[in-house]
């Protein structure tokens, strides 16, 4: 089971819609089910990210590192962290 701490759940319910057409989250409870449904990731860095994609076997030719924290589905925590959500 994932813990999600109270940054990461407040920053997907404030910024859900930007990988969603419509909230999947009203509140703390809400996300945290999602996200461990989702089996969401937290990362402490772009490098992270960039190798998260990587392993994945997500396409990166063309993109560089500050461009892939871009992406619909990682949103930035504001403390240097990273979350990584694959609805």
Not at 37 to 48: F, L, Q, Y
Request: proline content about 2%.
């Amino acid at each position: 089971m994932h813990e999600y701490d109270e940054a990461v759940l407040n920053c997907f319910l404030a910024n859900q819609l930007q990988l969603l057409p419509e909230k999947v989250a009203d509140n703390i409870d809400e996300a945290e089910a999602f996200l461990e449904e989702c089996v969401a990731v937290v990362v402490d860095s772009v490098e992270e990210v960039w190798n998260y994609f990587d392993e994945e076997g997500i396409d990166l030719e063309g993109q560089n590192k500050e461009e892939i924290v871009d992406a619909p589905e990682v949103f930035d925590i504001g403390d240097g962290r990273y979350l990584i959500v694959e609805s």
